[in-house]
């Protein structure tokens, strides 16, 4: 577990602070530092558990974070990091809650149902899940019910099993590859199986448990698979080096869920923007915090398939051998180092 502690007071300096803790263990402050600054204006206690460092949860804090910023309001924010130990994520989430916090982000689903688990009144907003119904976080998505609420990476999964087929046209069976403790994940495979069975291309299931296992079931991918597609998982996010290490070696493209999994050697995504993800969570919390808004009754927000970022990863193209220029002639960025 890492903990990393900040202040932030209005006009604050933003997400690089986050960043230096989040890289350096900086500690400045907890949630419990009082209720207001010298000018008497209230300053709010917000707690921030994050699953794990990888680019799309990075991405989402930081937005998170400038979006407090912008609003102009004064507070002190307590950073945390569960480095995708559940065990770790309830720990964070009840220290939080006794820190008397008046409002808590959780980032991936495992960090948000340990919050909630921890909590049935101070005000929770989630980001970067998938489905906050789906994974009994919410009555309905589109009313709550309770003290959570947020904003989705539910992915535009039609479409990425389209970007597959563009890329991959001469692909029969596709290997879908993430991790059997994230419940977002599961979401994403039942929806891309069915996108499969539509277009009617095989499909054979890879899954690990835990990060150690990652290298070992891309290997076995070999030889059994023509392309892969890897949801939004936060396991295989987190190790994604390992898994191009082994795709791109063998020659097999791998579509993924976010761009960041394009950045550390994937093939290409129609990506969720996490940094905007974040933003809105933000706002909500604002929201939440300065006009009273309950949770309960605001909706989880969503992001089309018309608000999602094309990217490709032109040396990851060379590697495996992929024509991606048609991308390019579609506005698509290159992620490629």
Do not use: W
Not at 51 to 69: I, R, S
């Amino acid at each position: 577990m890492k903990r990393m502690d900040m202040t932030r007071r209005t006009f604050a300096k933003g997400f690089a602070g986050a960043a230096a803790a989040a890289l350096g263990g900086l500690t400045l402050a907890g949630c419990d530092n009082g209720n207001g600054d010298a000018s008497g204006e209230k300053t709010y206690k917000i707690g921030v558990l994050q699953l794990t460092e990888h680019n799309a949860l990075d991405a989402a804090n930081k937005g998170f974070v400038e979006a407090l910023d912008d609003s102009g309001i004064s507070y002190d924010i307590d950073q945390q990091n569960a480095q995708n130990d559940q065990s770790a994520c309830q720990t964070i989430a009840q220290t939080l809650v006794n820190e008397g916090c008046d409002l808590i982000l959780a980032i991936a689903t495992p960090a948000a149902q340990a919050v909630a688990g921890a909590t049935s009144d101070i005000p929770i907003v989630g980001t970067a899940i998938t489905d906050f119904a789906a994974s009994g976080l919410v009555d309905s998505n589109d009313a709550p019910g309770g003290n959570l609420t947020g904003s989705s990476d539910m992915n535009p999964v039609a479409d990425q099993i389209d970007l597959l087929q563009q890329l991959a046209p001469d692909a029969k069976t596709v290997g879908l590859l993430y991790c059997t403790a994230e419940s977002n994940s599961d979401v994403q495979i039942q929806m891309a199986k069915e996108e499969l069975d539509k277009v009617g291309l095989a499909y054979q299931e890879f899954t690990v448990s835990s990060s150690n296992e990652i290298q070992s079931v891309c290997e076995s991918m070999v030889g059994k698979v023509d392309a892969v597609y890897a949801p939004t998982d936060n396991t295989i996010a987190a190790g994604m080096t390992t898994v191009s290490m082994v795709t791109n070696a063998n020659g097999l493209p791998v579509i993924c869920g976010e761009a960041g999994q394009v950045e550390s050697g994937g093939l290409a995504s129609l990506s969720i923007n996490y940094e905007e993800l974040g933003r809105r969570a933000g706002e909500m919390a604002v929201k939440i915090l300065t006009e009273g808004a309950d949770p309960a009754a605001m909706p989880i927000e969503t992001m089309g398939a018309d608000e999602c970022d094309l990217v490709y990863n032109q040396q990851t193209a060379d590697e495996v051998g992929v024509d991606v220029s048609a991308l390019a002639d579609e506005g698509g960025t290159d992620v490629s180092a």
